[in-house]
Structures are given as C-alpha cells and as structure tokens.
C-alpha cells in the first residue's frame, strides 16, 4: 500500500521531468492533464444507457439524443483544453512577511509568446493544503493573490501551484502543476518589542547630536586665547569693546551612528531577533549597523539597507 507521502514524493518527481521549474511557463499539451469530473462521469454512464434503451428498442429518437450528447461531451473536452492552452504563468514581485501573519505568493497571468490576446474562463488557483482563489475570467494580463501556509522565520521554498478549470460544463477538469522557483522570506516577528522599544530609549537617534568646537555653525565668543587664529577673531567685538580682544567658537553637529547588537537583547534566539527586527524597522534614516552572531552589516542607512538587515534577521 502506497501512502500519501510515497506518492507525493514519485508524483513530484515525474513532474519535475515533465513540467521543470521556470521563472515563467507556458501551458501546453505536456503540462495539461485532463479527466472527467463526476458530472462527467455520470453524463457518460446516461450516454450509454441511452445508447442501449434506442438500440433495444430500436428508437432513432433516443438514439439521436445519444449521439447529440456524445458530441457535447467530445466538445466540452476540446473547449476544456483549449481553455488552459497557452496560458502563461510567471512569478510577480513578492511581498515579504513577518512570521505568524497571513502570506501570499502573486502570480503573472499573460499572454503566449506570439504576445496575443488570451481568454480564459473559470480558473482556479491552489496550493496543496490551502484555500483556492478563483478567476472567473481573463481577458487582459493580471495579478493573482495566493495564499500560503503560515510559516515560520527563514527562507520557505514554495510548492506547485494547482491551475484547474471545470469550463465548460463541468463535464471534464483540466489542470496543471507548475513551479515558479519562488521562495518567500518571513522575517522575525515584531511582536515581542517591549524590551526592544526600552533598549530604543537609550539608543541615539539623527536627532541626537553632539556640539563640538568646529567651523560649522557660530555658537559664542570668548575671550582670546594665544596662538589663535586670526580668522577667528571677532574683529567687530573687538571694535565694540575697545581694547579687548575675543575669539568666536563655533559649534559642529555630527549625527551618531550607532549599531544594533544581537548580544545588546534579551531572551532567547527568537525573541532577540523580534527586537532587533522591530528596532530596524523603526530606524527610519538614522545610519546604523547590525551585528549578529556570525555576520555584521556595516553601518549605513536607506531602503536597501534596511531590506538587507532583515533578510539577515531573517536568515539567522
């Protein structure tokens, strides 16, 4: 007795051969697959008895009827094919998820490669153990949303998407397995962030800035000191006050960089990571590095180096 692991394991290898891994794919007659449905089923068994009530009794009514229904049955099997033939699939861009909430996965429905018009009708969309999304028609390239398991922090590897359409009739099902090589990355949740946001408190921000003596800003005067500079003798004061001599200081704001330390949390691995992942989110553009157990991001600040943080919390 074959179990369903078993079988999940050669059904996935035969895909493999027959339908690869592609960033795009193009459905054909080798990644099409097409049975009756239990309507259809039933329609064939009436078909037939059909055929044995006009033959016995020899009735060229019912066996017109037979005949007629015969036909809608062949039809509906070529309208059934037709209708998944050429449908292109590709991976659109992904959104990345917190552990714990609700992912999806987008998928590119377009057009064949001779950049025609494609209508399809009724499609459904599926991932193994997960509810369906249904199109009811398409007629212009578009975006589905299809939701996955709940998954946890790293790097998931996604499974084949189910295509199957009942059209027309719901006399046969014609569907395909295809695999788009995405892969969803959930990063740590943010949820445990009450350390996180008291660590925040003593971190310094942009805003933070210290006063330096530099050649920035004018901040005062004071008096002259030797072996100061002649350019920065207020001459003006000095013709104000007479005889007494003063300098100007200036002050210089530098913004602080700072890093965020895995260590610097508390807890364990996982509620380390939340902090960290919800002190990135929230440093805006302040310029700050990140140092993980076996891998340090320099110092920087933007978009880009926020993604790469996460990712790395992520990965961890």
């Known amino acids: 007795m074959i179990n369903t692991k078993t079988y999940k394991y050669y059904r996935d290898k035969w895909l493999s051969k027959r339908i690869p891994t592609a960033k795009s794919v193009q459905l054909s007659n080798r990644s099409i697959f097409i049975l009756p449905s239990k309507m259809g089923i039933g329609f064939l068994v009436l078909c037939f008895i059909l055929f044995l009530t006009g ?16 036909s809608l049955f062949i039809s509906a099997m070529i309208f059934a094919y ?4 050429d449908l ?12 714990g909430s609700n992912s999806f996965i987008h998928i590119k429905l377009g057009q064949d490669n ?24 398409l007629t212009d390239p578009c975006v589905v949303q299809i939701p996955t398991a709940h998954l946890p922090r790293g790097k998931h590897k996604q499974p084949r998407i189910k295509v199957y359409s009942n059209f027309p009739c719901n006399l046969f099902t014609c569907w395909s397995y295809v695999d788009l ?28 800035k210290h006063s330096l003596h530099g050649k920035t800003d004018f901040e005062s005067i004071r008096d002259y000191q030797k072996g100061d500079s002649p ?3 207020s001459w003006k004061h000095v013709a104000k006050y007479n005889d007494r001599w003063v300098s100007k200081t200036f002050e210089q ?59 790395a919390l992520a990965l961890c």
């Open 55 to 70: 033959t016995n009794y020899q009735n060229n009514l019912i066996l017109l009827i037979c005949y007629i229904s015969v």
């Open 88 to 99: 292109v699939l590709s991976q659109h861009k992904q959104e990345r998820f917190y552990a």
């Open 82 to 85: 037709f209708n998944l033939k």
């Open 181 to 208: 090589d995405i892969h969803l990355i959930i990063y740590p949740s943010p949820k445990n962030a009450v350390e996180a946001l008291n660590t925040r408190s003593s971190l310094p921000t942009n805003e933070s």
């Open 253 to 311: 704001q530098v913004s602080v960089k700072h890093w965020l330390d895995y260590n610097a949390m508390s807890g364990d691995k996982e509620a380390r990571l939340s902090q960290l992942c919800y002190l990135v989110t929230q440093q805006g553009n302040v310029e700050f590095g990140l140092k993980l157990p076996k891998q340090i991001i320099e110092q920087n600040k933007g978009q880009q180096h926020t993604q790469n943080c996460l990712e």
């Open 114 to 137: 001779q950049q025609t018009s494609k209508n399809a009708f009724s499609l459904h969309f599926k991932i193994e153990n997960q509810p369906s999304v249904s199109l009811d028609k």
């Open 231 to 233: 350019n920065i003798i």
